[in-house]
């Protein structure tokens, strides 16, 4: 499987846009990227999968570059809601299942 | 449609003490999982069962156990509970569906061993 890399914590204002970069220099070809978002006393939440290229959806966008070592999630104009974890999984999905390993996480937060 | 369902959601057992954590999901997922989270830390990977009849070991398994009852239901089990076991234990179901994998999430037990 491979390993992931994230900024263990970061800060940021709100209305600002955020960046969380993930490195995962051993991604194999069948590798999808996932982040996900969780709470204080709360399980995680998906956000965003994205296999190449960009991903948008209607609250974060994903970035990959085209060799897929590194991705970065990116939050328009935060919230303090947005205040969380954010984790960024690297792994192949099929029908069978797959062995979802999360990371250390992106301890995010976000004042006024 | 209640996606995952966890029982019980708090629990405080004696050392050496038996449990099963429940978990149930109704989506007609595939996989499962049980994963532990101990405080500031991230989530490991306890077991899974990529589907009904298969289980395998994740990344911390030792003093675990557990059942693919049915597509439903993923049981995790302390044979003999230690006070370094006491953690949120998050359950979650997956299935790859329109062109994307997404993994649902229980509330959590947290279970106090002393």
């Known amino acids: 499987l491979a390993k992931t890399t994230q900024p263990i914590s970061m800060d940021s204002y709100e209305g600002q846009e955020v960046n969380i970069t993930c490195s995962h220099n051993n991604i194999a070809t069948n590798d999808y990227i996932t982040w996900y978002q969780q709470f204080p006393s709360q399980g995680p939440r998906f956000i965003i999968q994205g296999y190449k290229t960009k991903v948008t959806n209607e609250v974060a966008s994903l970035f990959i570059p085209a060799d897929r070592k590194s991705s970065t999630l990116s939050l328009p104009r935060v919230s303090l809601s947005d205040t969380a974890v954010y984790y960024c999984l690297v792994g192949g999905f099929t029908g069978g299942g797959n062995k979802l390993t999360f990371g250390t996480g992106t301890q995010l937060k976000v004042e006024l | 449609n209640a996606g995952v369902t966890q029982t019980p959601k708090f629990q405080v057992l004696k050392t050496g003490q038996s449990m099963t954590l429940q978990c149930a999901q109704d989506?007609?997922?595939?996989?499962m999982y049980w994963y532990r989270q101990d405080p500031g830390m991230g989530l490991r990977l306890i077991y899974y069962s990529a589907s009904e009849g298969t289980t395998d070991k994740g990344e911390v398994p030792n003093g675990y156990n557990v059942s693919r009852l049915n597509k439903r239901e993923f049981s995790l089990r302390l044979e003999s509970a230690a006070p370094s076991q006491t953690s949120v234990y998050f359950c979650?179901?997956?299935?790859?569906?329109?062109?994307?994998?997404?993994?649902?999430f229980g509330q959590g037990t947290r279970l106090t061993v002393v």
């Open positions: 979650a179901s997956s299935e790859r569906l329109g062109g994307r994998t997404e993994a649902f």
């Open positions: 989506m007609n997922h595939n996989s």
